[in-house]
């Protein structure tokens, strides 16, 4: 199985700050990786496939980077809407990963 | 729009068996693959299973093989997950969602239905 090893866990930020959450596969994965935000209570969002693209709809704010086994994401100017947990996925092969997580919270 | 509702959920025993259920609408459901997510609470989120949409080809996380089965009905847009031999770290909010495109990730998801396995 891929594992997938976030980092931070958590992270203290202000409104406009850029923040940037890496995630790494004990695999290769090529490009396929996606990133979502969740807040409590609600369920995940896709914001980042296939390691860059961005969703519809999604903050050109956010954005991702990387391949094979090392990937970032970015929000470049944070807003009081992004706090929330941030999870990597790969979506290379079964069985499904996901991240740890990492929390995005206020300063 | 798509949408995408959970029913089933509920307090089960240890040993027990649950099915969940989720009504798909919006979309064209035979053309994409679903499957359901967990989140235990306060915890992280864990793939559980994945249909193709024809039905034809099922995946399930080891933690979870031999005792859940998915299975689909593209004549009524729905997909369901029957989970036998319950145990209590199967406690979870479970999602459904909607692959997007022919990718093994999700852009769809539902609200969630808690299942809680406890004496």
């Known amino acids: 199985d891929i594992q997938m090893t976030q980092s931070p866990s958590s992270v203290s930020a202000s409104v406009g700050d850029r923040v940037t959450i890496t995630c790494r596969a004990s695999?290769?994965?090529?490009?396929?990786l996606a990133w979502y935000q969740q807040k409590p209570g609600k369920p995940p969002k896709l914001l980042i496939y296939?390691?860059?693209s961005l969703q519809s709809g999604v903050p050109s704010r956010f954005s991702g980077s990387g391949s094979g086994t090392d990937f970032t994401l970015t929000i470049s100017s944070l807003q009081p809407e992004d706090f929330a947990t941030y999870y990597c996925q790969q979506a290379n092969s079964f069985p499904l990963t996901f991240g740890g997580g990492t929390k995005v919270e206020i300063k | 729009e798509v949408q995408l509702l959970e029913s089933g959920g509920g307090l089960v025993q240890p040993g027990g068996s649950l099915r969940l259920s989720c009504a798909a609408s919006g979309f064209t459901f035979s053309s994409y693959a679903m499957s359901w997510v967990r989140q235990a609470p306060g915890k992280g989120l864990e793939w559980v299973s994945t249909i193709r949409g024809n039905g034809g080809n099922t995946y399930y996380a080891d933690s979870v093989k031999g005792r859940f089965t998915i299975s689909r009905d593209n004549s009524k847009n729905t997909l369901d997950l029957q989970m036998n031999s319950l145990r209590a770290e199967d406690t979870a909010v479970y999602y459904c969602a909607k692959s997007k495109e022919w990718l093994r990730l999700w852009d769809y998801w539902g609200q969630g239905t808690l299942v809680t396995v406890s004496s």
């Open positions: 296939a390691a860059s």
């Open positions: 695999q290769g994965l090529s490009s396929w």
